[in-house]
């Protein structure tokens, strides 16, 4: 997921960031900031929480969609969250 971006003459691409904030990854992914929220307080999405801030790491968001693509179904995002406290 990288972006294209032009500086002058010479196209540059942008690297991919490593974490999404919760509504940036909402957005990625169709769905509320709310509801993606939820999701993490219930243990049903993966996110890292830092100092209180949550993150989500963009490898989780591309792993669940290569399972989606490779399975051609459903995938349960539940069952990629791991609840460590």
């Not at 509320?32 to 989780?60: H, N, Q």
């Not at 693509?69 to 069952?79: C, L, N, R």
């Amino acid at each position: 997921m990288t972006a294209p971006t032009t500086s002058g003459d010479i196209a540059t691409v942008a690297p991919s960031p490593l974490f999404y904030s919760v509504p940036q990854a909402a957005e990625l992914i169709g769905t509320s900031a709310v509801t993606l929220y939820r999701a993490i307080r219930d243990g049903e999405f993966p996110a890292m929480r830092i100092r209180g801030r949550l993150i989500v790491p963009a490898k989780a968001i591309e792993a669940m969609v290569d399972a989606t693509v490779a399975e051609q179904g459903v995938v349960d995002a539940a069952s990629w969250a791991v609840v460590r406290r």
